[in-house]
């Protein structure tokens, strides 16, 4: 697949979360993907356990099955352990399944997402001097990513 170029900042969507658009800050500097979430729960349960939060402004619960435990080095230097899932992740009129997304009190950043570079490693080029290059207009001719390895 050609390389697709975004801005250092884009819309996408998480749409088993969110019907709305998010802007998301593209992070070389960070591994993971982070999504800002409030009052996360962990529901510890036989085969799988839950991983339950609001993103900010949603009313209802997400229950997602907790894909495991990252260890993550924030910006205060201290690693700390972060609960994941599995969502699609749209952007730049890809969508790619099954894409890990750690949650975080993010309340005191600008950007409630933020998209790492284990992501954009699978085809993305950032070009600093833009933002918002691709619309969040869903085209018919989606390209769907697969995140197998």
């Known amino acids: 697949m050609k390389p697709t170029i975004i801005g250092w ?14 802007l998301a800050k593209i992070d070389s500097g960070a591994w993971s993907n982070t999504i800002h979430a409030e009052e996360i729960e962990i529901i510890e349960g036989f ?25 993550v080095r924030p910006t205060s230097g201290q690693q700390v352990l972060r609960p994941t899932f599995l969502s699609t992740i749209e952007i730049a009129g890809h969508d790619h399944p099954r894409v890990e997304i750690a ?27 833009r933002q ?6 869903r085209t018919k001719n989606r390209i769907i990513i697969s995140n197998d390895e």
């Not at 900042?9 to 998010?22: A, F, G, Y």
């Not at 570079?117 to 993305?124: A, E, M, Q, S």
Request: aromatic share 8%; proline share 7%.
């Open 47 to 71: 085969p799988e356990s839950i991983v339950k939060f609001r993103l900010e402004n949603e009313q209802s619960w997400i229950e997602r099955p907790l894909h495991r435990w990252r260890k």
């Open 9 to 22: 900042r884009e819309w996408c969507r998480l749409p088993e979360l969110s019907h709305n658009p998010m």
């Open 132 to 137: 918002c290059i691709h619309t969040m207009i």
């Open 103 to 129: 949650l975080a009190d993010r309340s005191k950043m600008k950007h409630r997402i933020i998209l790492g570079r284990n992501f954009l490693r699978i085809g993305y080029i950032i070009n600093p001097n």
